[in-house]
């Protein structure tokens, strides 16, 4: 689910991730992040844009998780946009710390 919270930023709701939506997943986010980066052009446009992805609904955690928000964050910083995780659960902030990726997944509590 996407709302605008203010202007110029954008939350993405997430309600589920696992191995048999995460394709599908990712390619919603991919399409978000797409759809930013066509309308950098037009006049509804701002350079500060913020894409926030809302995590604290997601219940059940595997390495999806960490695989998708790698593959936004590539995106988003290819097509200069900024984009920041909410809320977290315990488990997957073991996984980031786990793999090591502490300091390229950050997210905001």
């Given at each position: 689910m996407i709302s605008q919270t203010a202007e110029n930023k954008y939350l993405i709701t997430l309600t589920e991730i696992n191995l048999d939506n995460a394709?599908?997943?990712?390619?919603?986010?991919?399409?978000?992040?797409?759809?930013?980066?066509?309308?950098?052009?037009?006049?509804?446009?701002?350079?500060?844009?913020?894409?926030?992805f809302d995590f604290n609904n997601i219940q059940n955690v595997n390495s999806a998780v960490i695989a998708i928000c790698l593959q936004w964050l590539k995106l988003a910083k290819k097509n200069?946009?900024?984009?920041?995780?909410?809320?977290?659960?315990?488990?997957?902030?073991?996984?980031?710390?786990?793999?090591?990726?502490?300091?390229?997944?950050?997210?905001?509590?």
């Open positions: 394709m599908q997943l990712l390619s919603q986010g991919e399409n978000i992040l797409n759809d930013f980066k066509n309308n950098k052009n037009s006049n509804n446009f701002h350079e500060n844009c913020q894409i926030f200069q946009i900024l984009v920041e995780f909410l809320h977290f659960s315990d488990n997957i902030n073991s996984l980031i710390s786990l793999y090591g990726l502490n300091d390229i997944i950050k997210h905001n509590i």
